[in-house]
Structure formats: structure tokens, C-alpha cells
């Protein structure tokens, strides 16, 4: 399970936005739909998930009306606030999605449907373990309205996987790659590296493996060592050994490289697509600071600048919600100091990068030019009043951000 929840103020129970909120019809609408149940937990993950002996009396066959009741007060809160928009992006994330029927996932997606509407062009992704994918699962999806699959690879090498407490066969990835092309949707596949024992020659072997099924999408995200996990107590145990931050750029650069070679541009620095049609629509809202409602289990929202997280366990959201009262455990707006932190963070994490001029001081705007000397901003971009990063930028973005806002 995930670790603490972000301190804010006390939400109400009626879930009702400030009064000063008003959320503009203009803005972008996203939705997320955390899934929060897992077979076994990975070793490295922190995330807010649960395995069958810690749901302590919630169902998973409950879960999707439990979820779909969130969903109507969401409506109710939205459509008190202002217009409701329609969602352009939907994003089943977990957990393991695909642990619930694809006749529940449906249901949620149609809830969405019925309470604000889906953009006829929508992204809508469903996370799913390679073990839980067939014919009949994806073909169920794509006739509810799915898009997309993201695929948890992770790794192509067995001792890799067992490394991060994997559990799924290799072969099985390009199976469920397969039903998702036989289906109609878009593929993406997730990576990891810097696992323990993991060497440079095994991350090419995954790479090389992930670009053979020709996806149209692929994530490759450096392991963090988390508190708490049973990864970071191995470490602290001398168990296992630390991930090399020196390997772990040489994996990413090499990452670069060959998904270059293959087709894939970069647009964020942990995504490659093949073309600028195939980016994660829903992951570049959170980067661009769109408006999206999160439902779930410690599921995060934001609206018009407010931010609020509901509570973390199954068991508690559902008796909250059964209560008819909102599942959110507290809330907060973020002053200009914070707002310009955040925006400094996310955008210049994306191809487009940040406009020169939203950084407030002069000395912020100075501080650019050194970026460029340093090798960390491409000079043709800033020279066109956009902070790009450069491939050594990317590397080494905390650097960049902290030059730009100290």
C-alpha cells in the first residue's frame, strides 16, 4: 500500500466545490478509474493497491457500483459548479484493471457515459497485466468504447522480472499484444529499468523485444526505490543492491536511441510514440495542467486549481460511500509559488516544453541562457521562447527545474 496522504484541509462530506470554483466549459475534462486490486504485490510498488488478504471485508464483485455511486455525486458536485463537460480522456489504472470482469470495466465507462458524456474522439485506456488478457477479454472492451491498452511489460528476461516480484510469463506479452491489434485498439507497453542484477545487455534484450511487437507507444520509467516496499527493506538489508544512477543513464540513453532508430519519438521524458497521434492523450492532460476527477481509493482530482484525494482503503470509501457521503479525505489550492513550481516541473518534461515568458523574474528568464550553455535547453528552441530539454537535459530535468525556480 501507498504511503501517507498529502496533509490539506478537511473536505465536506457532500463533496461540494468552494464556492469560488468555477470550472471553465473551455477546459479540457478527463476522467481516471483506479482499480485497486492486485494478485501479488511487486516488490518495488508503492502504489495504492491491495492484494486479497488486505481488502479486510471490501469485494472486488462490488467494486464497480460501489465506483459508479462516486460517480453520480460527481455529477451532482460538476454540474452544481458549472456546465459539465464530456470527457476527452478516460484512464483504467490500478492495481490490475483487467482483475475485474471487462462486463464491470464497461459499466464504469458507461456510468462516465451517462453522467457527463465521452468526446466522440476519446482516448479511453485500460492498464492490463499480460496474464489477464485474451481474445475475449479485449473484444469486450473495444465494443465498450476502449481504445487502448497499456500493456505491463516491464521486462523481456526472466531473472529481471523475478527481480521486481513480475509474475507473469514473457510470451504472454506478445499474446496480449496480438488481441489487443485482433481487437482494433492502440498498444502501449511499459518498461522498468535499473532492477537489481539487471545489466545493459538485458535492457537492450527488453527493448529490442518491446520495439518487435511494433506497439505504438512505449513507456520506460527508471525504478525509484520507494519507502516501504519490500524492494527498499532488501536494499536497506543488503539484500539486493541499489540502483546504479550511473547505469541507469546509460539504460535510458540507450532507450533513446533505439526506440529512435525504430520509429518512436520522444514527448515526455519517460514516452516514446510513433507519431504524434499515438501520445497518451490522458497522461499529457496531467502535464498540461488540464482539469480531471479521479475516482477510487486514493484516487487524486483536480479542478479549476483545487486538488483533493479520497481515502485510501476499499473497506472506508465504500462505507463512506454507502453513506452517501464523498469518499474525498481532504483537499487543498495551491498558492502562486506552488502553482509555478508545478507548471516549471511538468512542462518542461514534454516536447513542447515551457513558454520563456511564464517564468515570473528576470533572473529565471537569465538562468535559460546558462541551461543552453550547460547543454541541458536546446538553443533553437529557446532562441524561439520555448525551454526544451536536450537528451542530457532530460537526465538531469530535477537540475533544470531547480536552476529555474531557486
Known amino acids: 500500500m501507498a504511503g501517507a496522504l498529502p496533509l490539506g484541509d478537511p473536505a465536506p462530506s457532500d463533496g461540494r466545490l468552494p464556492g469560488g470554483i468555477r470550472p471553465s466549459a473551455d477546459a479540457d475534462f478527463g476522467v481516471y478509474l483506479h482499480v485497486p486490486f492486485c494478485r501479488v504485490r511487486c516488490g518495488y510498488c508503492d502504489f495504492n493497491t491491495y492484494t486479497a488478504p488486505e481488502l479486510r471485508g471490501a469485494r472486488q464483485d462490488q467494486y464497480a457500483d460501489t465506483l459508479l455511486q462516486e460517480i453520480a455525486l460527481a455529477r451532482d458536485v460538476l454540474a452544481e459548479a458549472g456546465p459539465l463537460r464530456p470527457a476527452r480522456t478516460v484512464f483504467f489504472g490500478g492495481g490490475t484493471p483487467t482483475l ?50 497499456s500493456i505491463g511489460m516491464q521486462s523481456a528476461v526472466p531473472h529481471v522480472l523475478a527481480a521486481l516480484d513480475r509474475t507473469h510469463a514473457p510470451e504472454n506479452v506478445g499474446q496480449a499484444v496480438q488481441a489487443a491489434r485482433s481487437a482494433g485498439l492502440d498498444v502501449s507497453v511499459d518498461l522498468i529499468y535499473g532492477a537489481p542484477g539487471e545489466g545493459l545487455a538485458d535492457w537492450r534484450a527488453s527493448l529490442e523485444t518491446a520495439i518487435g511487437y511494433e506497439p505504438d507507444h512505449i513507456s520506460a520509467y527508471a525504478l525509484i526505490i520507494e519507502e516501504g516496499t519490500k524492494l527498499a527493506r532488501q536494499i536497506h538489508r543488503g539484500e539486493v543492491p541499489a540502483p546504479d544512477d550511473d547505469l541507469q543513464a546509460e539504460m535510458y540513453e540507450l532507450a533513446d536511441g533505439l526506440l529512435g532508430e525504430a520509429g518512436f519519438g520522444w514527448y515526455e521524458v519517460s514516452n516514446w510514440s ?133
Not at 499515438?278 to 486549481?305: E, I, T
Open 274 to 406: 510513433r507519431g504524434v497521434e499515438h501520445r497518451s492523450r490522458h497522461n499529457l492532460s496531467y502535464w498540461r495542467g488540464a482539469d480531471w476527477w479521479g475516482f477510487g481509493p486514493g484516487a487524486h482530482s483536480h479542478v479549476a486549481g483545487l486538488r483533493w484525494w479520497n481515502v485510501k482503503h476499499p473497506a472506508t470509501y465504500a462505507q463512506r460511500l454507502a453513506l452517501g457521503e464523498s469518499p474525498a479525505a481532504g483537499r487543498e489550492t495551491p498558492d502562486d509559488a506552488q502553482r509555478l513550481l508545478e507548471r516549471v516541473l511538468l512542462e518542461t518534461r514534454i516536447r513542447e516544453g515551457m513558454p520563456v515568458d511564464a517564468l515570473p523574474s528576470r533572473e529565471a528568464r537569465r538562468a535559460v541562457a546558462g541551461l543552453v550553455a550547460d547543454g541541458l535547453v536546446e538553443g533553437p528552441d529557446a532562441v524561439r521562447g520555448r525551454i526544451v530539454l536536450t537528451l542530457r537535459g532530460r537526465l538531469l530535468a530535477d537540475a533544470v527545474v531547480r536552476a529555474l525556480t531557486d
Open 100 to 149: 475485474l470482469p471487462a462486463g464491470d470495466l464497461a459499466r464504469m465507462l458507461d456510468g462516465v457515459r451517462d453522467a457527463f458524456g465521452i468526446a466522440d474522439d476519446a482516448e479511453v485506456t485500460v492498464e492490463a497485466n499480460p496474464d489477464t488478457v485474451t481474445d475475449a477479454v479485449v473484444g469486450e472492451l473495444a465494443r465498450a468504447g476502449v481504445t487502448r491498452l
